[in-house]
């Protein structure tokens, strides 16, 4: 009952919150223009990664903490997913106060680069105190892939309305349920080893860097 007074707050906070609207009634992009912009593609590309990126060390961060790193249910709960949602929750903040002042795509290909160094760390580490540390600050590096990721694409394609951000989060979504898949369908090939499925989860924030590498390019040659 406690905990259920923090959805009621937010309840009155969306409520008087104004919303503004990305474009004017009818103006938005049709589905069938957004398919025919190779940004949008990209941009599908990023949410998919970013959702991989982000769940798949969330849904398995737990276990990964139990298995591999050989700490107890209640050790692997609390600061596996608890510290990866509270360190994902601080660079959420930091940006909604900062972000201003930093440069988006720099802030997102860092946050990516350091999603990969997480993944690997985690995987690769053979002290359970680092491998653990790779988890926890994997939730400060996806805070602001999600948002990030629709952020730039609302910027790149300002008409893209509706249609743009429901296939944008359907995207996260598919992504977000994808690559905890692929990490549990490879650690069940692997004999029940985590940190090999941990490993294969390394292809997510690569693609997503080297995406956001190619469209920060692409940014410079047109200014």
């Not at 790193?69 to 929750?89: N, Q």
């Not at 160094?117 to 590096?141: D, Q, R, W």
Request: proline residues 4%; hydrophobic residues 50%.
């Amino acid at each position: 009952c406690i905990w259920a007074i923090i959805p009621l707050v937010n309840v009155y906070n969306f409520s008087v919150c104004p919303i503004a609207h990305s474009v004017e009634d009818g103006e938005g992009m049709r589905i069938r223009d957004l398919l025919r912009v190779p940004l949008f593609w990209l941009a599908i590309l990023l949410m998919v990664c970013a959702g991989a990126s982000e769940l798949s060390m969330a849904q398995w961060a737990s276990a990964f903490a139990e298995s591999a790193l050989g700490l107890t249910k209640s050790v692997g709960d609390i600061a596996g997913p608890c510290m990866f949602a509270v360190t994902m929750g601080i660079s959420r903040t930091l940006y909604g106060k900062y972000g201003e002042k930093l440069d988006l795509m720099k802030f997102m290909i860092g946050s990516a680069l350091l999603c990969l160094i997480c993944y690997i760390t985690a995987s690769l580490s053979g002290i359970p105190v680092i491998g653990l540390l790779g988890c926890i600050m994997c939730g400060f590096s996806v805070g602001i892939m999600w948002p990030g990721s629709i952020s730039i694409c609302s910027g790149k394609i300002p008409t893209g309305g509706t249609a743009m951000f429901a296939l944008l989060a359907m995207a996260g979504d598919l992504g977000g349920a994808l690559g905890p898949a692929i990490v549990g369908n490879i650690t069940q090939r692997a004999g029940d080893d985590m940190q090999k499925g941990m490993l294969a989860g390394c292809a997510f924030p690569l693609i997503l860097m080297i995406s956001l590498l190619l469209l920060n390019r692409a940014r410079r040659r047109n200014n």
